[in-house]
């Protein structure tokens, strides 16, 4: 299979039974003893291995075609910057100097397992917790670029995908024009915020700061799955910490900054974003489901992705951005 048959290949993991998983992880010198348990993940696959001779070990299988091996391994070598500066992360672990390994056609990487639950986002103290490690993750993301990693960006999340979703006949044809004019007028507010924020840094990010990757021990938190690591605004890994009514998220986010600016200032202009970024995530997980819905796992786990129920409520979130973008940002109020 070429690279751009893998990219292009709707079902991916159709050859990826239990039995090569298993290979797979051998192949590196260890002992599985059959246990093999399939973890939440959809864009790659990850499972849980037991081993012989120690605890069980994850094992990320990356989808053909997403990203290159020099993209991989730039992620891989961020996490592992961020643990080297105490950071809670779990980086990949390295077998013969390598962190991607490959298995006939299958890329895959290995990391130990670390439990925890997920962060009570409604207790302040959690939030300027979070906050200072953001500050702290976004310190080390601010030392150094990217360099093949893409930076988040409109065009992709937000023009390609609502071109995509309009082009590939989702959309029930009777809320065509409604959506159609919905998207049009919700791309033009962002345009409008990033013009308000003007230019910004960008930095090294998480990229998919939501609760789901954070999880919560006694110890405190710790971030899981870069895979989503891009160039951007720091806000884009502190608004998905945020959720509920205007005011809601006013006190959230001060809780936020408590923390994060004991490490690290946050550009003020960048709350301009904050809005336009929540709509960028809505058009791209749109977009997102249709192209991969080919992939078994996506119309079992996505069963209502494509009935007109989930449209109007697209427009009618969609409608709700725009008014939101137009409010203008949230108030930095003082750290307490």
């Not at 960048?270 to 809005?275: A, C, F, G, N, R």
Request: with cysteine; proline share 7%.
């Amino acid at each position: 299979m070429t690279s751009q048959d893998a990219a292009t290949d709707p079902t991916p993991y159709a050859g990826l039974t239990p039995e090569r998983v298993l290979d797979a992880v051998e192949s590196l010198g260890l002992t599985v003893d059959g246990r093999l348990l399939a973890l939440n993940s959809y864009e790659n696959r990850v499972y849980q291995v037991g081993l012989e001779d120690g605890p069980p070990i994850i094992a990320k299988f990356y989808r053909a075609g997403r990203w290159t091996d020099a993209q991989i391994l730039e992620e891989h070598a961020f996490a592992q910057a961020l643990a080297d500066t105490d950071v809670p992360v779990v980086p990949a672990v390295s077998f013969g100097g390598r962190t991607l390994h490959h298995y006939q056609d299958l890329r895959f990487s290995l990391t130990p397992r670390r439990g925890g639950r997920a962060p009570e986002l409604d207790d302040p103290e959690v939030l300027r917790r979070l906050g200072r490690l953001l500050g702290r993750l976004h310190n080390v993301g601010a030392a150094a670029p990217f360099r093949h990693r893409p930076a988040l960006g409109i065009q992709h999340f937000g023009e390609e995908a609502g071109t995509y979703v309009l082009d590939a006949g989702w959309i029930p044809p009777e809320l065509e024009p409604a959506y159609r004019s919905v998207l049009d007028q919700a791309l033009g507010e962002v345009h409008a915020c990033y013009a308000r924020a003007g230019a910004v840094a960008q930095l090294r990010l998480h990229g998919d700061c939501h609760a789901g990757n954070i999880l919560w021990t006694d110890a405190g938190a710790h971030f899981v799955d870069l895979d989503d690591a891009r160039t951007g605004p720091a806000i884009q890994d502190l608004w998905m910490l945020l959720s509920g009514s205007r005011e809601e998220m006013t006190v959230q986010l001060g809780a936020v900054l408590a923390g994060y600016q004991a490490f690290r200032d946050l550009d003020p202009r960048e709350l301009h974003l904050l809005e336009a970024l929540r709509t960028l995530r809505q058009i791209h997980y749109a977009a997102w489901l249709a192209r991969r819905w080919q992939d078994p796992a996506f119309p079992a786990a996505f069963p209502w992705f494509g009935e007109p129920r989930f449209w109007q409520d697209q427009v009618l979130a969609l409608r709700e951005q725009i008014a939101a973008m137009q409010e203008g940002p949230l108030p930095m109020l003082p750290a307490y």
